[in-house]
């Protein structure tokens, strides 16, 4: 008899720059992936933010793209809310965040058996 994990999703709704809950989030996503989980994150509203190439520890903060490195080692994907990028007019993202419509992402929502808010 095999395990089969849940479908996770988590949702990060703040820039990189306001509190350490984005890097922690990112952190815990890796580690949700040990139990067979799929895991995914979803980069909405302010959180679009985050798929830019900034470099955080330059100020202090921890630096996101470490995690994002290990991410496609440990099969997490990672999506940024299309209407969301087009409010905020970002449109050089990171190339490993793939962009969905708002219907896209309610889908994703709506598949997820557990949803964690980081917003």
């Known amino acids: 008899m095999t395990r089969q994990g849940k479908n996770l999703l988590i949702i990060i709704g703040t820039t990189p720059f306001n509190t ?33 190439k900034v470099q955080p520890h330059t100020i202090g903060r921890p630096d996101i793209n470490d995690s994002m490195e290990l991410f496609s080692a440990c099969g997490i994907r990672m999506f940024a809310d299309e209407d969301s990028l087009k409010e905020r007019d970002i449109t050089g993202y990171n190339s490993n965040i793939e962009k969905l419509t708002r219907q896209e992402a309610i889908n994703l929502i709506s598949e997820s058996d557990v949803l964690l808010n980081f917003g």
């Open 20 to 52: 350490v809950s984005v890097p922690e989030a990112l952190r815990m996503s890796i580690g949700l992936t040990v139990h067979d989980n799929k895991v995914s994150i979803l980069l909405m509203d302010d959180g679009v933010w985050n798929s830019l």
